[in-house]
């Protein structure tokens, strides 16, 4: 890996037998400088306990392959809610199994965990923010890692709350650990929620009045299925969607995201991943013309 080479990666699995090692492997074969991955799976709490993961052959690899590992991303799995404490099993599960995740990120040498802020079923977006930073320091009150919690901007779906810079600030403004918290900039949320995500330095300006690009830690690179403002969070392939190549890729190479970590998470083809193909484009910087069509 050179120096000078941009971060760019994707989701990859964790998937049996081989789990970590597994995931180093597959971000390696997209000649991935970074990665995302899920600590078991996306949609339950159910976990692997570590020692079964074949971590320490992972991290090996990792090292000699030159990822920089305070750069790789863990994402929280969707179902913690922790805005909502209108069901307060539902509340405290919720921050059992968030806590159990920083713990496992640590463990598998990551720094940066993803967290969507959640959804508050009809109890206010006030409320809700309240609800997640109280939860978030009592996690962080007894947690300790130094893992950061990068909270996912939204694109405005149902209750979600976070779609909004203002939002999230209010969240990190809220917090007794500003120092543990930042965010995931995710392109298809925030056009979806409204964002002219053409105007690049426009979106890192207002970011930086907002929030402070110091708490920028992940950038999710998708296309969008939907028109700007749509609050839908479909992801598209580079290219394929209303935010299109050229936009996508001023992201990747924008000076000041030079250090962040940019994801993608766009839809596998025919069930195979295009992360090979869309990192190769976005690395040279130029679009490959019905490159999805080979698939
Ligand atoms: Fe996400
Ligand atoms: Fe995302
Ligand atoms: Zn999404």
């Given amino acids: 890996m050179k120096n000078e080479d941009i971060l760019i990666g994707s989701h990859c699995g964790m998937a049996a037998p081989d789990f970590y090692l597994g995931t180093v492997k597959e971000a390696l074969s997209y000649e991935a400088t970074t990665f995302m991955f899920y600590t ?12 079964e993961l074949k971590i320490e052959e992972g991290y090996d690899l990792l090292k000699k392959s030159g990822i920089d590992e305070t750069k790789i991303v863990v994402h929280a799995p969707y179902i913690i809610n922790l805005a909502n404490r209108s069901k307060p099993e539902l509340y405290e599960g919720s921050k059992e199994i968030f806590l159990n995740e920083i713990k496992r990120t640590s463990g598998m040498h990551a720094s940066i965990i993803v ?8 109890q206010g977006s006030d409320e809700a923010i309240k609800a997640l930073i109280e939860a978030l320091d009592e996690i962080f009150d007894v947690d300790g890692t130094n893992v950061k919690v990068a909270i996912e901007t939204m694109a ?22 500003k120092d543990r918290l930042g965010v995931c900039l995710d392109t298809c949320h ?13 979106v890192l300006k ?12 992940v950038v999710h690179l998708n296309d969008s299925k ?28 924008h000076p000041l995201l030079v250090k962040v970590p940019k ?6 083809i025919n069930d195979k991943p295009p992360y090979k193909e869309e990192i190769k484009m976005l690395r040279a910087g130029t679009f490959v013309e019905g490159w999805k069509e080979a698939f």
Wanted: glycine share 14%; net charge negative.
């Fill in 40 to 51: 078991g799976a996306p949609q339950n709490g159910y976990r692997k306990p570590l020692n």
């Fill in 115 to 122: 967290l969507h802020p959640g959804a508050h079923v009809g």
């Fill in 156 to 177: 405005g779906k149902g209750t979600e709350i976070g779609i909004t810079f203002e939002q999230v600030h209010q969240i990190i403004e809220g917090s007794r650990h």
């Fill in 190 to 202: 925030i056009n979806d929620a409204g964002y002219d995500v053409h105007d690049v330095d426009g």
């Fill in 206 to 217: 207002k970011f930086d009045e907002i929030i402070g690009l110091d708490y920028l830690l």
């Fill in 226 to 253: 939907n028109e700007r403002g749509a609050h839908k969070d479909r992801h598209e392939n580079l290219g394929y969607g209303s935010i299109g190549f050229k936009t996508l890729n001023a992201y990747v190479h």
């Fill in 263 to 268: 994801i993608l998470e766009t839809p596998y």
